[in-house]
Structure formats: C-alpha cells, structure tokens
C-alpha cells in the first residue's frame, strides 16, 4: 500500500473513532466495540512491534472514555514514515 493511500486510511479510521462524539449514550457502546477492532486494524496496518505496540495504546485508547480524540493511526503513520525511515537510513549510510 502506498504511503498516502496508508495515511488517507489512518485518517479515515481515526475519523471512525470520532463517531462516538457524535451520538450521545451510543458512543460509549460504540467504543466496546471499535476498540477491540481499532487495535487489531492497526496490528495488520502497521506490522512489527511497533503495530503491536501501537494496536494495544489503540485499543486503550478506544476503551477509555473522554481520550478518542487522540488521533492514533495518524499518530502511528508519521511515526512510521518519518522516524523509523530515519533510523533505517543513518544505519544503511554508516
């Protein structure tokens, strides 16, 4: 998958998460839904263990309530495209 079809996914499933703001008193439900799904999503979209590491905050962060603001697949995708591709790089250099 290219990078921005990844981040135009991210956005769109953090956009997801959004939705139980918009509902009142289905949106927590919502979240006991979506939180297990949000984490394995992102388990399979962004692989290794910083995917692994990063399904479990998703899912945290989904069944908490009050923090689904928190923009994690974006979060995740910057991580992944700007700090790991650097340290990937400064190791092929040296």
Request: proline residues 5%.
């Amino acid at each position: 998958m290219s990078r921005y079809k990844k981040l135009a996914l991210s956005i769109l499933l953090d956009a997801i998460g959004y939705v139980s703001f918009i509902i009142p008193g289905v949106g927590e439900f919502s979240d006991v839904i979506w939180a297990p799904l949000s984490a394995w999503i992102m388990i399979k979209l962004y692989k290794g263990n910083p995917g692994k590491v990063a399904g479990v905050v998703s899912f945290v962060e989904e069944a908490l309530p009050g923090v689904d603001v928190i923009p994690t697949f974006t979060i995740m995708w910057f991580y992944t495209e700007f700090f790991t591709k650097k340290k990937k790089t400064k190791s092929l250099s040296n």
